[in-house]
């Protein structure tokens, strides 16, 4: 059978802290400070990058083992790395898409985070909404 990125435990951390932006509303994200909001732009681009590095896999139809050979790495190191329990550097993201013969892509956007939009204009008197 094959071994799928399903197969690793990507809960960590990021499950919590995306759960609890995903109930949040912006008054209680932006009570978290700045700080909260650095660590979930981690974790969201760990999260990304694993998924992506998954998909890349299964359209492949290469294994977590078959890419530790390819990588010269353990299959240990391999599992860690798709559960986003390793530090992912620019290297190691460049030398998986190497081994599944693909290039990587770096794009940035303006953040979703609803805590840094503006707020919406107040009615004066006399005006309604």
């Given amino acids: 059978m094959m071994e799928t990125c399903r197969d690793s435990n ?9 759960g609890e932006v995903a109930t949040a509303t912006p008054e209680s994200l932006g009570r978290r400070g700045p700080e909260f909001r650095r660590l979930l732009r981690q974790e969201e681009l760990i999260l990304d990058v694993t998924e992506r590095f998954c998909e890349a896999l299964t359209d492949a139809g290469v294994t977590r083992t078959e890419l530790a050979r390819r990588l010269d790495r ?12 390793r530090n992912l550097t620019l290297r190691t993201v460049a030398d998986v898409a190497a081994a599944l013969s693909l290039r990587v892509s770096f794009v940035m956007a303006p953040s979703l985070d609803r805590s840094t939009l503006p707020e919406p204009p107040q009615d004066g008197p006399g005006e309604s909404g």
């Fill in 74 to 85: 353990s299959p240990r190191f391999v599992s860690q790395l798709l559960a986003g329990g």
């Fill in 10 to 18: 990507r809960a960590r951390t990021r499950g919590a802290v995306l």
